[in-house]
């Protein structure tokens, strides 16, 4: 299985909701991702796991909170969201984060639309 | 800062025709760079990277530590290569910050 699985593909919620995206992966990746792509730009690097520990935080609002309750998933719960946070939010994983760690796998992504 | 740059934000040209997308880096050392592909309602998915030197669907990419380019080329472009492209950098980049992107678009 060499696919990064994400659900929903679309999320519809209000600014008062909670809701989650979900990553999977069975590839024994150990680094993984959540980036965000608004329209016709390139994906934004949100946060790193590496080894079910948060490494990188790109200065994301804590409406958007990470988890990685394993190896093999990756969460995004999403909290008081604005309608500026409607975009795709992409998952992505890589063998490791570090020298030499090749490509990055993505999965095809979380249509979000805050109203 | 360690970045990656791509000059052109749309590329058009008619099919046959050769096609060369831009990317330039800053970096002081021997980045193993790569090329991401965004067909139209496809996932992100790696193109090539420098250091398998493997030619994908007719793309090279060659990285020139002197011009610190690494440039997307195909000597005769198809309607079917219509897409985003990003130039990449390593994960071992203190930012993990994508090119800006290119859209190429092959006309008939």
């Known amino acids: 299985d060499t696919e990064v699985t994400q659900t929903p593909k679309h999320l519809v919620m209000g600014m008062t909701n909670k809701k989650s995206l979900k990553c999977e992966q069975h590839?024994?990746?150990?680094?993984m991702y959540w980036y965000k792509q608004k329209a016709k730009k390139p994906p934004e690097l949100m946060f790193v796991y590496s080894y079910e520990k948060l490494s990188i935080n790109e200065s994301v609002p804590s409406r958007f909170s990470p988890e990685c309750p394993n190896s093999s998933l990756l969460n995004l719960h999403l909290h008081a969201l604005q309608p500026e946070d409607s975009a795709l939010y992409l998952c992505?994983?890589?063998?490791?984060?570090?020298?030499?760690?090749?490509?990055?796998?993505f999965g095809e992504g979380s249509r979000l639309t805050v109203l | 800062a360690q970045r990656v740059t791509q000059p052109e934000k749309l590329l058009s040209v008619f099919k046959g025709a050769p096609v060369e997308l831009k990317c330039n880096y800053s970096y002081s050392g021997s980045p193993e760079l790569f090329w991401y592909v965004q067909y139209s309602r496809q996932r992100l998915q790696l193109l090539l990277r420098h250091i398998s030197r493997e030619s994908i669907k007719g793309f090279t990419a060659d990285l020139n530590k002197g011009e610190t380019s690494f440039h997307l080329k195909k000597p005769f472009a198809q309607e079917e290569d219509s897409a985003m492209y990003y130039c990449a950098p390593p994960t071992s980049f203190q930012k993990l910050v994508f090119g800006t992107g290119t859209r190429l678009l092959v006309s008939p």
């Open positions: 590839m024994g990746h150990r680094a």
């Open positions: 992505a994983s890589s063998e490791f984060l570090g020298q030499n760690t090749g490509e990055l796998f």
